[in-house]
C-alpha cells in the first residue's frame, strides 16, 4: 500500500520520517482547524507541499501512475492560462479584473486533494480520527459564530428570517462523514483498542448528533433540498445494494439501522417544525407567479427566490454570450450587472457555484471539472464496497452527494474559505482512496 512508501526499511530513513511529519501535521491542521482559520488552510497545505517535495522520489511516481492526476494539472493549467489571457485581455481594455479569482477557481481544481489525498492514503490507519477532525473543525466553526446562528431561532433577533447558509451546508456535510465514522467504529471493536474505541465512539456521535442540530438550525434551504434528494438516492443504491448482495440477517440489520436512523430524523423535524414551516412558506407568492407563467422580470415579486430567478435568468443570458470560453476567471467578479442597473461592479456571484463556473470557464471545463468528480467517486465508491467497507462508501458518498448538490444554490462558495477547506477536505478523503486503490491494484498485478 501506499504507506510502505514510509515504513520497511525506510524507517531510519530520517528525511522521510520527516516528509511524513510534515504530511500529517499538515492533514491535521487542514482538518481540523482548516473551515475555521485561512491561516491553518494554507498552512496545512504548505506542510503537505514541503513533505511532498522532501519524499519526492516516493510520493511523486505515485501520483504521476494516477490518470486522475495528469487530469487534474490539465484543469489548473487551463485556469491559469485562462486567467492570463482574461487578466491580459481586461488590461487592455482598461478593465481591472479580479486576479485573486484566477486562485479561487484553480483550488477548486481535484490538483491540491490529490496532493493532501497522498498523505492521507500514507495514513490511512489514523483514518478514523482525522474524520472525527473534521468534525472538531466544524465544531469550532459553528461555535466561533454563535450569535449568528442563534439569531434566526426563536428568541434570536430576527426569528425564521436569519438564514445560516455556510453553517447548514457544513453541517450537512459532516454529518455524514462523522456518522460513517461511528458506525464504523462500531461494526469493527477488533481494530481498536477498547478506549480509543469508546474515546471515538462518543466523540463522532457527538459530533453527528450536533451537526443533525446545526443542519436544522441553520435554515438553509439548500441544504435541506439537496439532503432529501441525497436521502432518497442512497436508499434508492441501498436497496438495489441489500437485494443483490446481503443475506437475511444483513437485509434485517439495515432496515433496523435505517429505521432508527428515520426515527431521529423525525424527532428533529418535529422539534423544528416551526423553523422549518417558516423558511419553506416563504416564497410561496413567488412560486405562484412562475408557475402561472408570469416569467418575465418585472412580474416577478422580490424576496430570496424572486433575486433567484433573475440571477439565473441573467446567468443563461451571460453563459449564451460566451459558452466555449467564458468570460474567464478575473473578469466573472464584474458579470451579474445588468439586473441591478449597474454599468460594471456586479458581485459575480449567481448564486450558483455551477453557473459561475459555466459563466467563468464555459461550458466544456465545467463538463470535464464535473465528469472528472463523478468519476471519482465513483471508483471510490466500488473499491470501498470490494473492500467490504460499505458504511464508509456510504458516509463519503452521502457527503458527496449533498455537498455538490448544495454547489447548485451556493455561489459564495466558489470565493468563501469555508466553502474550498469544505471542498478540500471531502476531494482530499475520497482521493486517498483512489490512491489505496491503485496501489492495491498495482500490488495484484505484480503478485500474479
Known sequence: MVSALLQAREESSLRLRIAGGCGITGLALMFALGLRSPTAMYAGLFLTLLGLVVAADRALPALLREPLFWAAIVLFTWVLVRGWIDLETATARGLEPDDRAVWHHARFTLLLPLVLAFW?????????FLLVLIGVSALVYVVNDWDRLMRGLPGGESPFSSAFGEAGIIAATVFFLTGATAIDVWR????????TRIGLLIAAGALT?????????AQAR?????MIVTLLLLGLWGGWFLLRHADRRQRRTALMAVGGGLALFGVFVVLSWDILSSRLLRDTETIAVLLAGNVEQDDVPGGSFGARYRMFRQALIDIGQNPLWGVGPGSVRDMLHEIWGQPRGGSGN?????????????????VFWLGLHLWAVARCVRWL????????????????????GTLTFQGARLWSVQGSALYLILMTVICAVLLREAMDRRLQRAAA
Request: hydrophobic share 65%.
Open 120 to 128: 492521507l492514503a500514507a495514513f490511512w490507519r489514523h483514518r478514523h
Open 188 to 195: 469493527c471493536p477488533c481494530d481498536f483498542r477498547p478506549a
Open 209 to 217: 448528533l450536533f451537526a443533525l442540530a446545526v443542519f436544522f438550525a
Open 222 to 226: 439548500a441544504a435541506w433540498l439537496a
Open 350 to 366: 449567481y448564486h450558483s457555484t455551477w453557473l459561475n463556473l459555466l459563466v467563468a470557464m464555459g461550458i466544456p471545463w465545467t
Open 385 to 404: 464496497v470490494a473492500q467490504r467497507e460499505a458504511v464508509l462508501a456510504v458516509g463519503l458518498l452521502g457527503a458527496f452527494l449533498v455537498h455538490f
